[in-house]
């Protein structure tokens, strides 16, 4: 087992119970959570079922009233405490978050950080929901609209962002009067406890804040399609995105769904070839290549496909695998086994068609005693062949020779994703031509990362519907309502 919690400076961080509605549930079973570095068991966590998940929605819809009718200034003093904390415990934090995911101990805590910030940037914004007056064309009657909380949300959300996908979802929520119930990947559960434990310090009113940990498809249902849920907020794979939002379709319920992606990385001849190199390098190989804005299909033209192979291939070798814990790794192991056999699936299907291993390009689960997959570079894919159609989710990048802009946008769009995408090249013409040429959410040009918390996040197409970020977040979870006032005049 590995001892997670003699490395904590705050152990009570570490819970393993289901928190519902203030307090901590066992259930009546438990699950193990795993090291993916080393496969040893960290901890086992509650697996509340779909009764837990029923108390929990009853907590949250009991607690609305009250979170709703509660100063939006006070709600802000809350969440923003819970931001202080976060960010007081971030070491911790980030050490439960390294052992459960695999991510290399400083990325961890830089994802603390970063969801963090979505948290501060919600508290304040919990001040700013505003409404309009508006001009009616009625004789004595004045029109306006005022923006109010949805109601009980329910968060899914992944592994491969414990802390930040949690944050990000619930802190807009929350801030704007939205009693939450999160359910979070069975991979990683011990983030989701450590961040309720803070929100609990934070001051929450009971049953506000809920985490829900056990076996989706018991708990999932309840989440979708209980009565007292208005909304259904998503991170995960398109697949499950599609069926969650079916489920919520029998009772006509909001959603804000963050689903897969194939992200196109896209080097144009004039671009400047070492920071081309130097983005892909630090956006394909976070969090192992496991994001669903990780360049996917790496698009170069030819004049300057020799350069920039060489030039990666380079930083390629250098990228340092192994322990998250061990200083200066750069690439912890993928979630667990299974991840390294469909990565190889993927690479070994490529290179039966004819694409060449530039560097890496094997498991390295024998060596490393655990789910480690290589940092890999391949060319001469085909571009219709799996590893170029589907989500990688592995530190392997494929580069792809294309011709001209045409040719460029037309791939870059021949995907049913549309989440990030990213441009190098100095043309301002360019810039323009094909950012609005490609249906993509988001695209970082000359930026290998898109996501702040001023900012939307989110995709077109089946990468999802809605946005997290930015003030479009509160938005998410308030409804619109207008109201007419008539027979003012005398
Ligand atoms: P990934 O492929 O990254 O694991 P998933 O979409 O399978 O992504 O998982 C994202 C989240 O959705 C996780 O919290 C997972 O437990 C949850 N989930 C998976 N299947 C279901 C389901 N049938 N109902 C509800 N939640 C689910």
């Not at 393993?16 to 993916?36: Q, Y």
């Not at 070798?317 to 690439?331: N, S």
């Amino acid at each position: 087992m590995s001892d997670l919690k003699s490395r904590l400076k705050d152990p009570s961080l570490l819970r393993t119970d289901s928190f519902i509605n203030g307090g901590w549930e066992k259930g009546a079973s438990r699950f193990d959570v795993n090291n993916p570095a080393n496969r040893t068991k960290v901890a086992d966590v509650a697996d509340v079922g779909a009764a837990g998940a029923k108390q929990a929605v009853k907590a949250a819809a009991a607690a609305n009233l009250e979170w709703r009718r509660t100063s939006p200034f006070e709600r802000a003093r809350i969440v923003k405490r819970w931001h202080d904390l976060i960010m007081e415990h971030q070491d911790d934090l980030g050490v439960i978050l390294a052992m459960e995911m695999g991510k290399p101990l400083a990325e961890a805590k830089g994802e603390v950080a970063y969801g963090a910030g979505f948290v501060e940037w919600a508290a304040e914004e919990a001040k700013r929901v505003h409404g309009e007056t508006i001009a009616v064309p009625f004789p004595g009657a004045r029109g306006w609209t005022i923006r109010q909380p949805v109601g009980v949300v329910s968060c899914i959300t992944p592994w491969n962002f414990p802390s930040a996908m949690i944050t990000r979802k619930c802190s807009p929520a929350l801030a704007v009067g939205c009693p939450i119930v999160i359910k979070p990947a069975a991979e990683t559960p011990l983030s989701a406890l450590a961040l309720a434990e803070l929100a609990a310090r934070a001051g929450f009113p009971k049953g506000v804040f809920n985490v829900v940990t056990g076996e989706a498809k018991h708990i999932g249902p309840v989440l979708t399609q209980s009565d007292e849920v208005a909304m259904i907020g998503f991170t995960g794979s398109t697949q499950v995105g599609a069926l969650l939002m079916e489920q919520a379709a029998k009772g006509i319920k909001r959603v804000a769904l963050e689903l897969g992606g194939n992200a196109p990385f896209i080097v144009m001849d004039d671009a400047d070839v070492e920071k081309a190199a130097d983005g892909l390098i630090q956006g394909k190989f976070r969090a192992g290549g496991q994001t669903c804005v990780s360049p996917n299909r790496v698009f170069v033209q030819e004049a300057i496909m020799a350069d920039l192979t060489e030039a990666l291939a380079e930083r390629v070798k250098k990228v340092k695998i192994g322990d998250p814990f061990e200083e200066g790794v750069q690439v912890g192991p993928l979630i667990h086994d299974k991840a390294v056999e469909r990565v190889s699936e993927l690479v070994s299907a490529a290179t039966a068609k004819g694409a060449k291993v530039v560097a890496g390009g094997k498991s390295l689960a024998k060596e490393l005693g655990g789910s480690f997959y290589a940092p890999t570079l391949i060319t001469g894919a085909d571009i219709s062949s799996s590893i170029a159609v589907n989500e990688i989710f592995g530190p392997v990048a494929s580069l792809y020779p294309v011709k001209d802009e045409a040719e460029i946008i037309k791939l870059a769009n021949a995907t049913p994703y549309g989440l990030a995408a990213y441009l190098y090249t100095r043309d301002a013409g360019r810039v323009h031509r094909i950012t609005e040429g490609v249906d993509f959410g988001m695209i970082g040009v000359n930026a290998p990362m898109v996501g702040s918390p001023a900012t939307p996040f989110g995709g077109m197409k089946q990468s999802g519907i809605g946005r997290e970020g930015g003030k479009w977040a509160a938005e998410e979870f308030t409804e619109l309502k207008f109201v007419l006032l008539s027979g003012i005049d005398e």
